[in-house]
């Protein structure tokens, strides 16, 4: 550190002042202090916890006793042969494709609605009070996912809940009396992932409308005068030229989807039924702090961290393959 | 926060008359508008109804709530709340969390601020590597590291206590806060970092008095996203923060809502969610638009 210099613009020689001062106090106790201290707090609670959890993984540690014996694989070969481990699996990867697909596309659709639902004439412009929607649609994204969970497991209680008193006592069907959304195992999952993309959509639908403005609106009106439709304009034209922006959307909401714990926990804390809505998180924080299998839930870590690196390279490999844009021009 | 701007408009005007603000709309618009409306319109009551109900049903008592899910309360008492607050410990779950998001908020910004600056700014041997340290905090989930940090704390003996539970936010809000501030510290001017530097000010009145101010804007946006962040947060204090005096909002409603029983007073349940909601509530109606252009500029940029 003692090179410290003064970050000019690159290139650029103002060495001569900077190598007035080698190390001064005030010098040394700015890097001290400025890099050094919240570096050595974020390496000790941060970084060497992530490094520790490759080594547990590879021993057969309970988290109670010192008592920790090296295993190689074991804890892995155990995991997917776990049956419920590997319908977490399974569920995390339904959800990472589901979720995201489902918010894009409703929050695509409900953006374009904001931004090009005015006229077809003249000027391309935005819908009257769209500012309104965008309020409204956005507020769930800033509640905790806790009380969200709560708010939705009694929207959905099968005598109490809002759900089906709408739909029973406003809408007539009898057939859903006092039916279990989150206790059926054919709709828990569902019902669940219905209950994140109400959270989410506001939030990347103004997203897209901020994408959207930011294409140029000659872009608009040339397709209008090539005589394209609203829909085949927004497919076609919106879409590919927004697609970084649809990109990030995807990584993010897959992420959270692999994730998912919050949700899952607070609306059906044991799986659900017949563990319809099980993912890894749940498995992994039983096995860590209910079980005591440290080392067994440091594995299940891995993988889930393995699982997200994946699916985040998978989404940027799909997106260059189609054509979006190339490394070099994303750098900018 | 009009979608049409009137400077463009004036504009359009001007250069191509046929293209007027006030040109006929087609019976077509009329009816893309309206349908427009119409399902925005059903999403935002699709959005605001579980909300008003939990408000609604926070006012009834259990048998209130378990005869209809439409009747209005009998009395619009406020007993759930005191409940919640008083026996169902929300109150002190809510005291908790203030000192903890507080306290870590400001230390993040802080630390985050500084190192971010010194990365942005500064040239030194290892930058790049610290730099891509940082960027990695962003990039693995939290549970990779959940078994180990709990290990880590339980050997500094920060386990279940509140200063844990900070410092440990501190930690994991550090690689987002610096990975935003970065970019913002690079985008200030140099000549007034020089000009500072010149007039004989050190390292450290550079940054507090010059630097830090102006990126006010920077950290407003990146304050109310960690602030969010950290009023949310739930895997972190469950795993780490396990004693009941210390337990913060997210996890005391949880439990609460974990033990649904026969027994569970709901009213209360509800009362204890709504208690949740306000803050966030009051923040999202004050910082509502720099929220939504913090999000906008991150779309255009």
């Known amino acids: 550190m003692t090179h410290a210099n003064v970050a000019a613009t690159p ?322 | 926060m009009s979608t049409t701007t009137p400077p463009a408009q004036a504009e359009a005007t001007a250069e191509r008359p046929q293209t007027l603000r006030g040109a006929p709309k087609t019976g077509a618009d009329r009816v893309v508008a309206g349908t427009s409306h119409v399902v925005l319109v059903i999403w935002s009551i699709v959005i605001v109804v579980p909300v008003l109900w939990a408000i609604l049903s926070s006012f009834k008592t259990s048998s209130e709530i378990f005869a209809s899910p439409f009747a209005l309360p009998e009395a619009w008492s406020l007993t759930n709340y005191q409940t919640a607050w008083d026996q169902a410990g929300i109150g002190r779950y809510f005291f908790n969390t203030i000192i903890v998001v507080g306290s870590a908020l400001v230390l993040v910004m802080l630390l985050g601020s500084m190192a971010a600056y010194v990365l942005a700014r500064f040239q030194f041997p290892g930058r790049r590597i610290i730099y891509y340290l940082f960027l990695a905090g962003n990039t693995f989930p939290i549970f990779l590291a959940i078994v180990p940090l709990f290990f880590v704390l339980k050997g500094m003996a920060l386990l279940n206590t509140l200063p844990g539970l900070i410092i440990t936010y501190v930690a994991f809000a550090l690689p987002f806060t610096v990975f935003f501030l970065y970019a913002f510290f690079r985008s200030l001017p140099d000549e007034i970092a020089e000009a500072a530097s010149v007039d004989g000010a050190g390292l450290w009145s550079t940054f507090f008095r010059i630097m830090l101010p102006m990126a006010r804007p920077g950290l407003a946006s990146i304050t109310i996203f960690n602030f969010l962040g950290l009023w949310n947060q739930f895997l972190i204090p469950v795993a780490i923060n396990t004693r009941q005096d210390n337990w913060v909002l997210s996890q005391g409603l949880a439990a609460f809502a974990g033990q649904m029983g026969y027994r569970t007073d709901f009213g209360a349940l509800f009362a204890s969610v709504v208690i949740t909601i306000l803050p966030v509530l009051i923040m999202y109606i004050i910082f509502q638009r720099q929220l939504q252009s913090s999000v906008t500029q991150g779309a255009v940029k």
Do not use: C, H
């Open chain 1, 11 to 332: 290139g650029s020689s103002t060495a001569p002042r900077r190598r007035r001062s080698p190390l001064t106090f005030d010098k040394a106790s700015f890097f001290a202090v400025f890099l050094g201290l919240p570096l050595i707090i974020y390496v000790i609670f941060v970084i060497s916890p992530f490094a520790q959890a490759f080594y547990y993984s590879l021993t057969n540690w309970s988290g109670f006793s010192p008592d920790m014996k090296f295993i190689g694989l074991k804890n892995y070969q155990r995991l997917f042969s776990d049956e419920i481990f590997l319908k977490a699996l399974g569920n995390n990867v339904f959800l990472a494709i589901v979720l995201p697909l489902t918010t894009i596309i409703l929050a695509l659709a409900l953006a374009t609605m904001a931004t090009v639902g005015g006229s077809s004439v003249g000027e391309v412009r935005g819908l009257r009070g769209s500012a309104l929607y965008r309020v409204v649609t956005f507020f769930p994204y800033v509640v905790p996912a806790v009380a969200i969970g709560i708010i939705w497991s009694m929207m959905y209680d099968p005598s109490s809940g809002l759900v089906n008193g709408i739909l029973v006592d406003v809408l007539q069907v009898k057939s859903l009396d006092s039916f279990a959304w989150l206790g059926d195992p054919r709709t828990a999952m569902l019902a669940t992932i219905f209950v994140i993309l109400w959270s989410m959509t506001g939030f990347y639908m103004v997203l897209f409308i901020a994408a959207i403005q930011g294409v140029d609106k000659e872009i608009f009106e040339a397709a209008r005068l090539d005589g394209a439709g609203r829909f085949r304009t927004a497919v076609s034209i919106t879409v590919p030229l927004i697609r970084e922006n649809v990109q990030t959307a995807y990584v993010y909401l897959g992420i959270l989807a692999l994730d998912a714990f919050v949700y899952m926990q607070v609306m059906n804390s044991a799986g659900g039924p017949e563990y319809a809505t099980v993912v890894m998180s749940q498995r992994l924080f039983k096995a860590a702090f209910t079980d005591g299998q440290a080392g067994m839930a440091s594995a299940m870590g891995v993988v889930l961290a393995v699982v997200t690196l994946l699916f985040a390279s998978l989404v940027f490999l799909v997106n260059r393959l189609t054509g979006g844009e190339s490394e070099g021009k994303k750098e900018r």
